[in-house]
């Protein structure tokens, strides 16, 4: 079965400084990995995609993830968080497979913050 | 391209009514996916259909049901609405299945 978790419901940092949004995910199979944001009020807006290429993936909105098989992480980072920046994050994972064609599971997403 | 657009936005319907939401996918993408998202559950996968077939469907009860017509664009129905079913139900459309897929804005409904 697969699974997401993401590691920390809410995360705090002031602006200027760097962001890290944890994920860490379960799969019996190569999974592709997606990282999403949801401004208020918003549907959900692809940061971006690891899909078996480059494991160091680069994203909108100067937002970079690297896949690291080994720790079955995909964590998201930027270095320097705007107020813009503030939001829910949700990490998702998307596995080949007939009970799972067009099905993105989600983790339980990331608050962030970002402070003056 | 304009993006998944999602009709109508908010709906309040009252508790064992039905409610039907739209959903019209990019332009070229035959893959739609709906989602409801609450704050209890997070983001739960409903069902997934490609050219006029489900292919895939999630844990809800079989008041919940979906179609997709031959442009691609897709309905989902709620039967005898209950409270729990109070939600943003957020529609996602890739060209595949294994592609990215888009959001939607999605539809906030209320069940009185």
């Known amino acids: 079965a697969q699974s997401v978790t993401q590691l920390d419901s809410h995360v705090s940092v002031s602006e200027g400084t760097p962001v890290l949004l944890r994920c860490n995910y379960s799969?019996?199979?190569?999974?592709?990995l997606f990282w999403y944001v949801q401004h208020p009020n918003k549907g959900l807006q692809l940061l971006l995609k690891y899909t078996s290429a480059a494991t160091l993936v680069k994203g909108i909105n100067g937002f970079e993830a690297e896949f690291k098989k080994s720790e079955t992480s995909f964590h998201l980072t930027k270095p320097s968080a705007h107020m813009s920046d503030a939001a829910e994050y949700f990490c998702a994972v998307s596995v080949f497979g007939s009970s799972n064609t067009g099905k993105l599971i989600f983790g339980q997403g990331t608050t962030l913050q970002v402070k003056p | 391209k304009a993006g998944v657009t999602q009709t109508p936005r908010y709906l309040i319907k009252t508790r064992g009514q039905q409610v039907t939401l739209s959903c019209s996918p990019i332009s070229g993408h035959r893959s739609v996916s709906w989602y409801q998202q609450t704050p209890g559950q997070g983001l739960q996968f409903l069902f997934e259909y490609f050219s006029e077939t489900q292919r895939n469907k999630g844990n809800f009860p079989g008041r919940f049901s979906g179609r997709q017509f031959s442009n691609s664009r897709s309905e989902m129905n709620v039967s005898t609405l209950e409270l729990g079913d109070s939600a943003l139900y957020l529609c996602?459309?890739?060209?595949?299945?294994?592609?990215?897929?888009?959001f939607g804005p999605g539809t906030r409904l209320t069940v009185t």
């Open positions: 799969s019996s199979y190569s999974p592709s």
């Open positions: 996602a459309s890739s060209l595949e299945w294994s592609y990215e897929q888009y």
